[in-house]
C-alpha cells in the first residue's frame, strides 16, 4: 500500500484584532502613568507655594485695596505738590503759558519809545494798537505830542487814555537810564503804571524788561557807556515794583540776550534798536508768557 501524506492542518491567522490588543494596553499603561506623574507634580508644586506654608503672609484683597487707597495721595496733596513756579506771581517774572496766537493782541496798546515803535514799523502785529514814538521818555510822556496827524497830535497818554484796551504792554525808558540812574527811573515807572491803573483799571498791564544792548555799538553811536550790569539792576528793581503796584513783569531780555548777557551783534546796527527779523523773538517770548484773562 503506498504511502500516503498527512495534510498539515492549516493554521488560521488570527487576524488584525489580535495586533491592536497590545498596542492599546500599551497606550493604557502611558495613560495611567501620566496621570500619576501629574498627581505627584501638582502636590509637589502646592507644597512649596507661599500661600501653602504661610497662609497668612498675603492680604486680604480688602487689606490690599485699603493699602494702595492709603498709599495714593489725596487729590489736594496732588495739587500742593506741583511746582508752584507755574503760577504767576506778582514781584516775578511771567512764566511761561500755552502758546497764543497774534490774534491775542488785537485787543492791546503798546506804549513806547523808538525800539517799539518797529513793531509797527515791521509790520508785526498789524492789528495791534501801537503808541509809540522816537524820542519818548519816562520824563516827557506826559507832554511830547507825537501821536496823531500834523493837525491834530495827542501825548501817547492821551491816546491810551481814549482806549479800552484788555492789556497793555510798558516799555520805555532805556534812553534815560545813563542820566537817571535805576531808582529815579523805577520812580518815573511807577507813576506812569499808577496813572494807566487808574484810567484802565480793568486792564492786564504788562511791564517789560529794558531790553539788552550792545555795549561797543551803542557806546560807538550814542557817545557814552551804558553797560548791560546797569540795564540788569534796573531790571530787578522794575521787577520789585510790578510786584508791589501788582502788574506783571515779562522778561523779555532773556529771549534776545546772548551767553554773555547783551545784545548779540549780528541783530542790531546801532547796540540798541533791533533789525527787522529779530522783532519776531521778542513777540514770540510775548506769546508764550502770558496771564489768564478774567
Same mark, same amino acid.
Given at each position: 500500500? /503506498?504511502?500516503?501524506?498527512?495534510?498539515?492542518?492549516?493554521?488560521?491567522?488570527?487576524?488584525?484584532?489580535?495586533?491592536?490588543?497590545?498596542?492599546?494596553?500599551? +497606550?493604557? %499603561?502611558?495613560?495611567? =502613568?501620566? +496621570?500619576?506623574?501629574?498627581?505627584?507634580?501638582?502636590?509637589?508644586?502646592?507644597?512649596?507655594? /507661599?500661600?501653602?506654608?504661610?497662609?497668612?503672609?498675603?492680604?486680604?484683597?480688602?487689606?490690599?485695596?485699603? $493699602? &494702595?487707597?492709603?498709599?495714593?495721595? $489725596?487729590?489736594?496733596?496732588?495739587?500742593? &505738590?506741583?511746582?508752584?513756579?507755574?503760577?504767576?506771581?506778582?514781584?516775578?517774572?511771567? /512764566?511761561? $503759558?500755552?502758546?497764543?496766537?497774534?490774534?491775542?493782541?488785537?485787543?492791546?496798546?503798546?506804549?513806547?519809545?523808538?525800539?517799539?515803535? %518797529?513793531?509797527? +514799523?515791521?509790520?508785526?502785529?498789524?492789528?495791534?494798537?501801537?503808541?509809540?514814538?522816537?524820542?519818548? %521818555?519816562?520824563?516827557?510822556?506826559?507832554?511830547?505830542?507825537? *501821536? %496823531?496827524?500834523?493837525? $491834530?497830535?495827542?501825548?501817547? =497818554?492821551?491816546?491810551?487814555?481814549?482806549?479800552?484796551?484788555?492789556?497793555?504792554?510798558?516799555? =520805555?525808558? *532805556?534812553?534815560?537810564?545813563?542820566?537817571?540812574?535805576?531808582?529815579?527811573?523805577?520812580? +518815573?515807572?511807577?507813576?506812569?503804571?499808577?496813572? =494807566?491803573?487808574?484810567?484802565?483799571?480793568?486792564?492786564?498791564?504788562?511791564?517789560?524788561?529794558?531790553?539788552?544792548?550792545?555795549?561797543?555799538?551803542?557806546?560807538?553811536?550814542?557817545?557814552?557807556?551804558?553797560?548791560?550790569?546797569?540795564?540788569?539792576?534796573?531790571?530787578?528793581?522794575?521787577?520789585?515794583?510790578?510786584?508791589?503796584?501788582?502788574?506783571?513783569?515779562?522778561?523779555?531780555?532773556?529771549?534776545?540776550?546772548?551767553?554773555?548777557?547783551?545784545?548779540?551783534?549780528?541783530?542790531?546796527?546801532?547796540?540798541?534798536?533791533?533789525?527787522?527779523?529779530?522783532?519776531?523773538?521778542?513777540?514770540?517770548?510775548?506769546?508764550?508768557?502770558?496771564? /489768564?484773562?478774567?
Amino acid at each position: 500500500m /503506498p504511502n500516503q501524506r498527512r495534510s498539515r492542518p492549516v493554521r488560521r491567522s488570527s487576524g488584525s484584532g489580535d495586533v491592536f490588543i497590545p498596542v492599546i494596553i500599551i +497606550l493604557l %499603561g502611558i495613560t495611567i =502613568l501620566s +496621570l500619576l506623574i501629574a498627581f505627584v507634580w501638582q502636590k509637589w508644586q502646592d507644597k512649596y507655594d /507661599p500661600d501653602y506654608l504661610y497662609p497668612d503672609s498675603r492680604p486680604s484683597s480688602s487689606q490690599s485695596e485699603s $493699602s &494702595s487707597e492709603a498709599s495714593e495721595p $489725596s487729590s489736594s496733596e496732588e495739587s500742593s &505738590s506741583e511746582p508752584e513756579s507755574s503760577a504767576v506771581q506778582f514781584g516775578q517774572p511771567v /512764566p511761561e $503759558s500755552k502758546r497764543v496766537t497774534s490774534a491775542y493782541f488785537n485787543d492791546a496798546v503798546f506804549i513806547g519809545d523808538s525800539l517799539t515803535t %518797529g513793531i509797527q +514799523l515791521y509790520n508785526i502785529l498789524p492789528d495791534t494798537t501801537v503808541l509809540a514814538a522816537v524820542g519818548v %521818555g519816562l520824563e516827557n510822556i506826559y507832554t511830547q505830542e507825537v *501821536i %496823531g496827524t500834523e493837525d $491834530s497830535k495827542q501825548t501817547i =497818554l492821551e491816546a491810551a487814555d481814549a482806549q479800552q484796551p484788555a492789556k497793555i504792554y510798558v516799555m =520805555l525808558g *532805556i534812553n534815560g537810564l545813563k542820566g537817571l540812574g535805576a531808582d529815579k527811573t523805577v520812580e +518815573l515807572y511807577r507813576d506812569l503804571v499808577q496813572h =494807566l491803573k487808574e484810567i484802565h483799571p480793568d486792564s492786564i498791564i504788562y511791564v517789560q524788561s529794558f531790553m539788552p544792548i550792545n555795549e561797543q555799538k551803542f557806546e560807538a553811536n550814542y557817545g557814552y557807556n551804558l553797560t548791560n550790569a546797569e540795564i540788569d539792576e534796573c531790571n530787578e528793581k522794575l521787577m520789585a515794583m510790578a510786584g508791589e503796584e501788582q502788574v506783571y513783569y515779562v522778561d523779555v531780555a532773556s529771549a534776545i540776550k546772548d551767553e554773555t548777557g547783551g545784545l548779540p551783534a549780528e541783530f542790531t546796527t546801532d547796540g540798541l534798536h533791533f533789525k527787522g527779523e529779530y522783532y519776531n523773538k521778542w513777540i514770540d517770548y510775548l506769546k508764550e508768557h502770558t496771564v /489768564p484773562e478774567t
